[in-house]
């Protein structure tokens, strides 16, 4: 009942059923902490290990929607978390597309792991992403790995998402975006929806005002 409760308050709000399918299908419960597993269905955020948190599924909702992440897409998530953000991105980009996530904090690096293991187009990766996808000992975004390079088209993604609040505008993030792909981005208590149009223009939309745990870099 809370489940369907959820999911009726979401449409209320406009998320479009696209993305309320997409979660549907991704069980909340399997990503919050066993404690918390009779509030996973409940509009607020719950706590992680270390300190982190589990966003409230509305806004999870709303960033998957201005993502719009369609079949096929390959995403780069920063910030894990619990892996379910990640899950429900899996979900809209299908077999033929894939989502790599990293996540710094090696318990919940290895507390999404084993959440995402049965979601077959996700990669999950213990690494400090908050400048992009790199070697595990390269802080540059322009030491992209092989691994990456095979993942997505030469270390560029069409869709990016931040789950974190960085400090200022994630500019080493948006090099690995594709032109005219999109990128979701809290920036402070602001949260912007980022296009490149192409290799310098970037259009920049402020979508609201959202509290987010700090970007460990």
Same mark, same amino acid.
Request: charged share 30%; hydrophobic share 40%.
């Given at each position: 009942?809370?489940?369907?409760?959820?999911?009726?308050?979401?449409?209320?709000?406009?998320?479009?059923?696209?993305?309320?399918?997409?979660?549907?299908?991704?069980?909340?419960?399997?990503?919050?902490?066993?404690?918390?597993?009779?509030?996973?269905?409940?509009?607020?955020?719950?706590l992680?290990?270390e300190?982190q948190?589990i966003?409230?599924?509305?806004?999870?909702?709303?960033?998957t929607?201005?993502?719009? &992440?369609r +079949?096929?897409?390959?995403?780069?998530? @920063?910030?894990?978390? =619990?892996?379910?953000?990640?899950? #429900?991105?899996?979900? /809209?980009?299908?077999?033929e597309g894939?989502?790599?996530?990293?996540e710094?904090?090696?318990?919940?690096y290895?507390?999404?792991?084993?959440?995402?293991e049965?979601?077959?187009?996700?990669?999950? &990766?213990? +690494?400090?992403?908050?400048?992009?996808? @790199?070697?595990?000992? =390269?802080?540059?975004?322009?030491? #992209?790995?092989?691994? /990456?390079?095979?993942?997505?088209?030469?270390?560029?993604?069409?869709r990016?998402?931040?789950?974190?609040s960085?400090?200022k505008?994630?500019?080493?993030?948006?090099?690995?975006?594709?032109?005219?792909?999109? +990128?979701?981005?809290?920036?402070?208590d602001?949260?912007?929806?980022?296009?490149?149009?192409?290799?310098?223009?970037?259009?920049?939309?402020?979508?609201?005002y959202?509290?987010?745990?700090?970007?460990?870099?």
């Amino acid at each position: 009942m809370q489940k369907d409760e959820l999911f009726r308050e979401l449409l209320l709000q406009g998320v479009r059923e696209g993305v309320i399918n997409a979660m549907k299908k991704v069980p909340r419960e399997d990503f919050v902490l066993p404690e918390d597993a009779d509030k996973a269905y409940c509009n607020y955020p719950l706590l992680l290990h270390e300190g982190q948190t589990i966003s409230q599924p509305l806004t999870v909702a709303l960033m998957t929607e201005w993502l719009d &992440v369609r +079949a096929g897409h390959k995403v780069l998530e @920063v910030g894990a978390g =619990s892996g379910y953000q990640a899950a #429900i991105l899996s979900v /809209l980009a299908g077999p033929e597309g894939g989502v790599v996530t990293c996540e710094v904090r090696k318990r919940l690096y290895e507390f999404a792991r084993k959440n995402l293991e049965r979601y077959g187009n996700v990669k999950v &990766v213990h +690494a400090d992403g908050s400048k992009g996808y @790199v070697e595990r000992n =390269s802080l540059t975004s322009s030491n #992209i790995s092989k691994e /990456l390079r095979s993942f997505a088209d030469d270390g560029k993604f069409d869709r990016i998402i931040l789950t974190a609040s960085a400090k200022k505008m994630p500019e080493a993030l948006l090099g690995h975006l594709k032109e005219g792909g999109m +990128a979701v981005l809290p920036v402070g208590d602001e949260m912007y929806l980022v296009e490149r149009r192409n290799k310098n223009k970037f259009l920049k939309e402020m979508k609201g005002y959202f509290a987010f745990v700090p970007l460990v870099e």
